[in-house]
C-alpha cells in the first residue's frame, strides 16, 4: 500500500512566503511574533559576538501559514512562527 502525501498551499516556509503575493502581511505577522517574544520577556536578543566562547548559537527555522474561513475559503489571518531548528540542540 502507498499513500500519498499531499502539500498544505496554505504551510508555507520563509523562502517561499517572501515569494508569495501577500508577502507583506507574512512581514507583519514575523514582527508581531517578535514584538510579542520580546514584551513578554520569552527572551532577550544579544550580539552574536557577546556569546561566551564555546557555546553555540541555536538557530530558528520561520513557519508560515494562512488561516482560512471553512466557509468560505477567505484568508483572514496570516500566522508567523519562530521556531527552534532542534537539529542541533543539544540535550543536558
Sequence with gaps: IAFA?????????????????????????????????TNNDHWELVSRQSVPTGKQVIPAVWAMKRKRRITTRQVYKWKARLNVDGRKQVYG
Design 5 to 37: 502525501a499531499k502539500s498544505d498551499p496554505d504551510t508555507l516556509y520563509y523562502n517561499q512566503a517572501m515569494r508569495a503575493p501577500d508577502k507583506d502581511k507574512f512581514l507583519e505577522a514575523m514582527k508581531k511574533e517578535i514584538d510579542d517574544h
